[in-house]
């Protein structure tokens, strides 16, 4: 069975950080590039983070470039997004992706998300 979980989210205040985990099962993420969205209630899903299935290259929004850092552990099969001077702005749902691109049907899998909050 395929699933993405994440773990890690809660409540920080500004400055504090967060490691957020996703536990990928039921295929391997060597073969996927796996990406972190965030959503913020009446915005539109942002892309935060990539990795691709090579592991070598590493995209970041504008945005949270110098303060988050994506990561791989193939042998665990997740991936980690650790996120450091945390603003009210990261505040969101957190969601795990792994994207395959096929010929006639892509592979895609989403995780459940797991909230962020940032304040005070």
């Known amino acids: 069975q395929v699933q993405l979980v994440e773990s890690g989210g809660g409540l920080v205040q500004p400055g504090g950080s967060l490691k957020l985990s996703c536990a990928a099962s039921g295929f391997t993420i060597r073969d996927y590039v796996m990406k972190w969205y965030r959503r913020v209630p009446g915005k539109e899903r942002e892309l935060v983070a990539a990795i691709t299935s090579a592991g070598i290259n590493i995209y970041y929004v504008d945005s949270v470039k110098g303060r988050f850092t994506m990561s791989r552990d193939t042998i665990k099969n997740q991936v980690d997004l650790q996120m450091n001077s945390l603003k009210p702005e990261d505040t969101a749902v957190y969601y795990c992706?792994?994207?395959?691109?096929?010929?006639?049907?892509?592979?895609?899998?989403w995780g459940q998300g797991t909230q962020v909050t940032v304040s005070s």
């Open positions: 992706n792994a994207f395959r691109a096929a010929f006639l049907n892509n592979n895609e899998y």
